[in-house]
């Protein structure tokens, strides 16, 4: 299996535009997570999917923030409009707690906006 | 809900140098704890896990880890660093027998010199 596939790996935006951020899950993997690495923060839970219907998203800093699971190999998270202080590392992980306990990560995306 | 400690925010050691960092964890019911790495520019990958079973567990490239259930402790371990281990290293904890949502510690830096 390739893993967690996320897209893109880097992205650059001006200030005030549409970010979408893509993942595709592990095959099988019915769980879905969106964290944001930053250095004052750490990593943190932005919302959390099982089998495609979002479970929790208390962590979605503001309504400029949405994600979607569409089906269960593909989800987007996206920033509307986006601000400078979203600049941070997004990651998203999957998981099947029938498999094991652990989750999977994607490469991340490093999102820069200016 | 559960959350992670650790204390140790940045190490700095030597080549051949023994290791052990600290990660308590707060959650009343029984839980899955994780280590995993984060080395430079890149995802986060799993090092070792513990679930059931020995409380001593051994993960790759060396490491292992104990889980002591009276302290709600899970320090990691290598007893002889190498120049690579240089990356972040974060402790995770989920409920298991819950939704199974890893959260995660500050994460700990460390810088192994040759």
């Known amino acids: 299996d390739a893993g967690v596939i996320q897209s893109p790996r880097h992205e650059v935006t001006e200030m005030g535009q549409e970010v979408t951020l893509r993942c595709k899950p592990i095959?099988?993997?019915?769980?879905l997570f969106w964290y944001r690495q930053t250095m004052m923060r750490g990593l943190e839970l932005l919302i959390y999917?099982?089998?495609?219907?979002?479970?929790?998203d208390s962590g979605m800093p503001e309504d400029r923030f949405s994600a979607k699971m569409p089906n269960a190999s593909f989800s987007t998270l996206k920033i509307q409009p986006s601000e400078p202080r979203d600049s941070a590392v997004y990651f998203c992980?999957?998981?099947?707690?029938?498999?094991?306990?652990?989750?999977?990560f994607g490469q991340g995306t490093r999102l820069t906006v200016v | 809900a559960q959350s992670v400690s650790q204390h140790n925010h940045h190490v700095i050691l030597s080549e051949a140098a023994s290791l052990e960092l600290g990660c308590n964890y707060s959650?009343?019911?029984?839980?899955?704890l994780f280590w995993y790495v984060q080395y430079p520019g890149q995802h986060l990958q799993l090092l070792l896990k513990y679930f059931s079973g020995d409380p001593l567990v051994k993960g790759i490239k060396g490491f292992e880890a104990e889980f002591i259930k009276s302290k709600f402790s899970f320090n990691l371990r290598k007893p002889s660093v190498q120049w690579s281990d240089t990356a972040e290293y974060f402790c995770?904890?989920?409920?298991?027998?819950?939704?199974?949502?890893?959260?995660f510690g500050r994460g700990t830096s460390l810088i192994v010199h040759p």
């Open positions: 992980a999957s998981s099947n707690r029938d498999w094991g306990p652990e989750a999977f």
């Open positions: 999917f099982n089998n495609n219907v979002p479970i929790d």
């Open positions: 959650y009343g019911g029984t839980v899955n």
């Open positions: 095959s099988g993997h019915n769980s």
């Open positions: 995770a904890v989920n409920a298991a027998g819950g939704s199974y949502i890893p959260t």
